[in-house]
Antibody, heavy 124, light 108 residues
């Protein structure tokens, strides 16, 4: 059973870079028809897509965050990471990593495995 | 930009009630629509994918319908563990992902 676990600092100062890691356990990270996603959720608000990563190493981002977000992969550790630069209080949220499972040939996908989430607060 | 609009934003109901939540896409998304349940302090859990398909292990009282721009999630007989927030999510505008704003389901 695949499990995801987010880790990283819970407090980041304004203008600094938020760095989080998602560790994938209990299954292969690079096989199967999946891609890997970061989602965030400010307190009491909706879920927001940050970006997604393919096991090839290519990544795509929410246009509203693209200039500040970087998602990378470390296949040797079964991990993928998020860096979000120049953070402000608006980046305070619970950050989730999730697996997107693709259904072929129909071409749709869904997030079937999620991490428990990690709270990041941006404050001086 | 894609917009996903859920209604109602909140709902009060009783155990045993039949409940319907609606999600409307700002442009056609075929059947590329998923539903999730989220309880306080927890990650979302997948309920329905491809508009109508029940995810493994999800009780059969949950069902989904719709295509194009209008979709519904129905809970046929509410159970105590169903009181939660529900989100729809489109998977059509790849690589982007857009969620609805959520529907909070409370006990009446």
């Amino acid at each position: 059973q695949v499990q995801l676990q987010e880790s990283g600092p819970g407090l980041v100062k304004p203008s600094q870079t938020l760095s989080l890691t998602c560790t994938v356990s209990g299954g292969s990270f690079t096989t199967g028809d999946y891609d890997w996603t970061w989602i965030r959720q400010p307190a009491g608000k909706a879920l927001e897509y940050i970006g997604r990563l393919y096991t090839s190493g290519n990544s795509k981002y929410n246009p509203s965050l693209e200039s500040r977000a970087t998602i990378s992969i470390d296949t040797s550790k079964n991990q993928f990471s998020l860096k979000l630069s120049s953070v402000t209080a608006a980046d305070t949220a619970v950050y989730f990593c999730a697996r997107n499972k693709w259904v072929r040939p129909e071409g749709y996908y869904y997030m079937d495995v999620w991490g428990k989430g990690t709270t990041v607060t941006v404050s001086s | 930009d894609m917009q996903m609009t859920q209604s109602p934003s909140s709902l009060s109901a009783s155990v045993g009630d039949r409940v319907t939540i609606t999600c409307r896409a700002s442009q056609t998304i075929s059947i590329n629509l998923n539903w999730y349940q989220q309880k306080p302090g927890k990650a979302p859990n997948l309920l329905i994918y491809a508009a109508t398909r029940l995810h493994s292990g999800v009780p059969s009282r949950f069902s989904g319908s719709g295509s194009g721009t209008d979709f519904t999630l129905t809970i046929s007989s509410l159970q105590p563990e169903d009181f939660a927030t529900y989100f729809c999510q489109e998977s059509y505008t790849f690589p982007s992902i857009t969620f609805g704003q959520g529907t909070r389901l409370d006990i009446k």
